[in-house]
C-alpha cells in the first residue's frame, strides 16, 4: 500500500483510510470480517467520529477488531468530536470528555490522532490547546487536526497550539472539486474564479497539512455517487475508458484522480464492502498521467480559461 507522509510529521500512513461511518450497518461478524480483510490489504487507517451512528460504530469497531498490544500498535485510530445535537462545541470540557467517551468505546488507551469535526465560531483558540496539551500530555491522543476548516480558521487556532495541526479533512471528489477549480481562474471577471475556502488547498500545501478526502465518491453534500449515474454521462464515458485502458474498475480510477495531485493527499473510504474497498486500494498502484487527470477533470464539467 502506497503510503504518505502525515502532516509535516515523520510518519508515514496509507494513502488510503477507512472510513468506519457506516460501521454500525454491519452486525459484529460482517465488521470483523471487513475490519481484518482492510488490515490484511494493509489499510491500517480507520477514520472514527463520535457522532457516527451515535458511538455505536466505534463500539462495533472495537468488538470487531481484537486491539490487543500487539495488533494496537500496528493501527492507526483517528476520532473526531465537536459536533453535539443542535451546536458545535470546542469547549475544553467537551473535548475532553469526548476523548474520554471514545477510547472507552473503541477499547483503546490512546487514540493516534483527534480531530475537530465542524469550525465552532465561539472557538476559544486558547481553550482548545489547553484541551489539547492535557490530552497530548497524558498520552490520551498523539497527534491533532481539523476538518472542514477555513485556512484562516486554521491559522487562528494554530496560533494558540503547542502541537502541529497535520490534518484537514475536507469533501472533495471529481464532481466537488470546488478548492482545486478556483486555482484556474486567478484575475478572471466570472463566477467560477470566486474562491469560496480561502485557497485552502495552496494553504495545506504551504503549511504541510495533509488533505483527507472524505466522500471522494459523491456528488453535492450526500445526493448520491456519480459512477455510473445517469446525470454524469460524460464523466462516466471518461472514466470507464481510461479504467479499461489500466484493466481496473471505475472506482479505482476515481479514487486515483484524486491520489493523482501533488498535494499528496489521503483519500477516506466510506465503503462497507471489502470487494470496493480493494478497489479503492488498487488506486495507489496506479498514476493516472497529466492528460488523464485533466480530461477527467474537464468531463465533469469543469471548464479551462
Known sequence: ??????????????????????????????????VHGAMDMGLTFFDHADIYGGGECERIFARAAHLNDDRREKVFLQSKCGIRKGLFDFSKSHILSSVDGIL???????LDMLLLHRPDTLMEPDE???????LHNSGKVRRFGVSNQSPLQMALLQKSMSQKILVN???????????IRSGFNVNMENAASVDHDGEVLSYCRLNDVTIQAWSPFQYGMFEGVFLGN???PALNKTIDDIAVRYGVSNTTIAAAWILRHPANMQVVSGTMSLPRLQQIAQAATLTLSREEWYEIFRAAGNELP
Open 1 to 34: 500500500m502506497k503510503q504518505v507522509r502525515l502532516g509535516g510529521s515523520a510518519l508515514r500512513v496509507p494513502a488510503v483510510a477507512v472510513g468506519c461511518m457506516r460501521l454500525d450497518q454491519l452486525s459484529v461478524a460482517e465488521a470483523e470480517k471487513f
Open 104 to 110: 472507552q468505546r473503541l477499547g483503546t488507551e490512546y
Open 128 to 134: 482548545v490547546a489547553e484541551a489539547f496539551d492535557i
Open 169 to 179: 479533512q475536507l469533501q472533495l471528489s471529481i464532481t466537488n472539486c470546488g478548492m
Open 230 to 232: 445517469a446525470r454524469f
